[in-house]
């Protein structure tokens, strides 16, 4: 299984007293992986979040980061229109990536994911139950 980040939760994602993490920082740590594509604008995000991209470094060390092909994401993100959200990139990714596990605090992204890829959204530790088996090649 496989989860993507949004940049508005990497604060709370890299905060240690973060409760609502803990469950993700964990899987993540076991068994999980986040997916990332260097596009422009991932690239972007994360240049403004320094830890979060060293963290991300660290992760991708560990075998913990599906990358995917930044062209195929464009090129997806390309394809999309009529969003409620501003993050086509994101949404791109899920679908190039098969991803259906979105971790963000975006209200109009998570109604884009929840109808075009047809997923789910982590934001607390209450949806720790999303957090399944690692199935990412």
């Known amino acids: ?26 899987w993540i740590g076991d068994r999980g992986k986040l997916v990332y594509a260097p596009t422009r604008r991932m690239r972007d995000e994360l240049e403004k979040y320094g830890d979060m991209k060293k963290r ?16 195929e994401v464009d090129a997806k993100e390309a394809e999309l229109i009529g969003l409620s959200s501003d993050d086509g990139h994101i949404v791109a990714l899920a679908i190039v990536a098969e991803v259906s596990v979105l971790v963000s605090r975006d ?13 789910r959204v982590y934001q607390n530790e209450k949806h720790k139950h999303l957090l399944r088996r690692d199935t990412c090649p």
């Open 107 to 119: 209200k109009n992204l998570h109604d884009d994911f929840k109808k075009i890829v047809n997923g």
């Open 56 to 71: 991300l470094v660290e992760y991708a060390q560990a075998g913990r980061v599906k990358e995917v092909d930044k062209d």
């Open 1 to 26: 299984m496989c989860v993507i980040l949004d940049a508005n939760s990497y604060s709370d994602f890299l905060d240690p007293e973060n409760t609502n993490m803990h469950p993700l920082r964990k």
